[in-house]
């Protein structure tokens, strides 16, 4: 299964307000009910690495964001969009380079796949897929990253097993600690390319005051200020 798949037209789906009305009315089958639209953004801008074969730079430009709980949708103002599974979503957060604020995807091409897990390391690079959304309000990007992260909690990971979520659940913040090296642990020349990178741009949620100076020593901007 393909992380992005190309749509002509939007999922369907209903307001959360709709849902109440729906479910309060009893009706005959709950399966039958179309998923929640939990948040809907305007004059959105994407960016596709590598690109979505046939989805051009024309079509990236500017479209709506749709975050409904079944999938993640971006449809263009060209009249064509795509679609992302959110077991595909294997990272999503607040990114601040200096290009400007965004939300930051990772997407795994072989989500669902049989024996993607058994893939060599070697393999993962070829098999991501990074996906930037770029509001022209920055001001909804803690909108659009509760809404994704509210979504991402009803598709648990299947092969992720109780106790692992339990131990996700209930992680102490200490265990988040920048790669030193040291005891024998190595990363590769890309590896430590991709770590600083993400350092440099991603806002860490439990040190907001320590925003100001990610991990290569660059100036970012912390959520508290700007746009929120």
């Known amino acids: 299964m393909v992380s992005t798949t190309l749509i002509s037209s939007v999922p369907q789906y209903v307001s959360a307000e709709e849902h109440r009305t729906i479910v309060g009315s009893t009706p005959t089958s709950f399966n039958d009910i179309p998923p929640v639209l939990r948040h809907k953004e305007d004059n959105v801008r994407v960016m596709l690495?590598?690109?979505l074969h046939t989805f051009t730079e024309q079509d990236c430009a500017n479209g709506t964001l749709f975050v409904i709980e079944s999938t993640l949708v971006f449809m263009s103002s060209t009249g064509v969009g795509f679609q992302v599974p959110y077991p595909a979503i294997t990272l999503h957060a607040i990114a601040r380079p200096e290009s400007g604020p965004s939300i930051y995807c990772q997407l795994d091409e072989l989500a669902g796949e049989p024996g993607a897990a058994e893939l060599p390391e070697n393999d993962e690079a070829s098999d991501m897929r990074e996906l930037s959304i770029i509001p022209s309000n920055p001001a909804s990007l803690e909108p659009i990253f509760e809404a994704m992260s509210l979504c991402a909690s009803l598709h648990p990971d299947t092969n992720v097993s109780d106790d692992d979520d339990l131990d996700e659940a209930f992680m102490d913040e200490s265990a988040f600690e920048t790669f030193t090296g040291e005891e024998g642990d190595e990363l590769s020349e890309v590896g430590r390319a991709a770590l600083e990178h993400l350092e440099s741009i991603i806002d860490d949620p439990y040190h907001?005051?320590?925003?100001?100076?990610?991990?290569?020593?660059?100036?970012?901007?912390?959520?508290?200020?700007?746009?929120?």
């Open 49 to 51: 690495d590598p690109p």
């Open 208 to 228: 907001p005051h320590k925003n100001g100076v990610n991990g290569a020593g660059e100036n970012v901007e912390s959520e508290g200020d700007g746009g929120h």
